[in-house]
């Protein structure tokens, strides 16, 4: 049996490898997608730990429709949150062009979230004459289309920017964008 040396940089080197597993872990586990991002976000782990948190992207948005997570929120605390509660966003790409860090990416893909059309609540199935969620709809033929007068979802082609929930006239909205 031989005996194994131990020295002060072996001791840091062990516990900064652990470390390092044990943050890698952490970070997997809490960097569970639960805001909407802006527009053109890059995956949320690399989000987290690339963000500067300098709220330019929070500043150039013309329509105030970013925020930044609060402190309770642990990890995501300072990174920018889409606003899509009372509003839709534009995908006018302002908070894109204002992003130092390459979070937020011009060749990124749109993915804010996906739309669900809840039938029960839609006046066009309920006999009515309704299509804002249609007419309003950047993705207009391909997200959402019409059959027969009444809308129907793609999720596939929907960016999730929530502008079909924002001018439905239904209280609560006949569709909602949820988190992807």
């Known amino acids: ?22 943050f890698a ?12 991002r802006p527009p053109k976000s890059i995956e949320e782990e690399l989000l987290l730990t690339s963000c500067k948190r300098c709220g330019g992207c929070i500043e150039a948005c013309p329509h105030n429709l970013l925020t930044t997570a609060e402190a309770k ?18 995908l006018c790409y302002s ?12 060749e990124a893909e749109v993915n804010l979230g996906k739309a ?8 066009a199935y ?6 804002q969620c249609y007419y309003n709809c950047p993705q207009q033929d391909k997200a959402l289309v019409l059959n027969s007068g009444k809308p129907s979802l793609n999720s596939e082609d929907c960016l999730g920017c929530g502008s079909c929930s924002y001018f ?3 209280a609560p909205t006949a569709i909602k964008v949820k988190l992807i």
């Open 116 to 123: 669900k059309l809840i039938k029960d609540r839609c006046l």
């Open 126 to 131: 309920q006999g009515g004459l309704c299509a």
């Open 168 to 170: 439905c006239p239904q």
């Open 73 to 90: 929120t642990g990890v995501y605390y300072g990174t920018p949150i889409l606003e899509l509660d009372d509003n839709y966003c534009r």
């Open 25 to 36: 872990s952490y970070l997997e586990e809490k960097t569970k997608k639960i805001f909407f």
């Open 95 to 106: 908070c894109v062009d204002a992003c130092s860090t390459g979070v937020l990416k011009a």
């Open 1 to 22: 049996m031989t005996e194994e040396k131990i020295t002060r940089r072996g001791v840091f080197k062990k516990l900064s490898n652990g470390f390092t597993s044990a």
